[in-house]
């Protein structure tokens, strides 16, 4: 479904980024399809569970809010 998904949208892998908030399916699964990934602590996976798995989100965020205001922080930065 990812992969459909990014092909449709004409993107390569280092061009797309998985957003989720369950380290067992869309992060995981981002990461095997070499996709940056963005974990969102707004579902089951907590900043603590992290230590468990041997892949990792890029960054980490609290909420989808969190994220939005990251990257307009970085446009601005950018501008």
Same mark, same amino acid.
């Given at each position: 479904?990812?992969?459909?998904?990014?092909?449709? +949208? !004409?993107?390569?892998?280092?061009? %797309?980024?998985?957003?989720?908030?369950?380290?067992?399916?869309?992060?995981?699964?981002?990461?095997?399809?070499?996709?940056? %990934?963005?974990?969102? +602590?707004?579902?089951?996976?907590?900043?603590?569970?992290?230590?468990?798995?041997?892949?990792?989100?890029?960054?980490?965020?609290?909420?989808?809010?969190?994220?939005?205001?990251?990257?307009?922080?970085?446009? !601005?930065?950018?501008?």
């Amino acid at each position: 479904m990812m992969r459909a998904a990014r092909k449709e +949208l !004409g993107l390569s892998a280092d061009e %797309t980024t998985m957003i989720g908030d369950t380290m067992e399916t869309d992060i995981l699964g981002g990461v095997e399809m070499g996709y940056r %990934t963005v974990l969102v +602590l707004s579902g089951g996976t907590s900043r603590e569970d992290l230590t468990r798995y041997t892949w990792q989100p890029d960054p980490v965020v609290e909420s989808i809010g969190d994220l939005l205001s990251q990257l307009m922080d970085l446009e !601005g930065t950018a501008a």
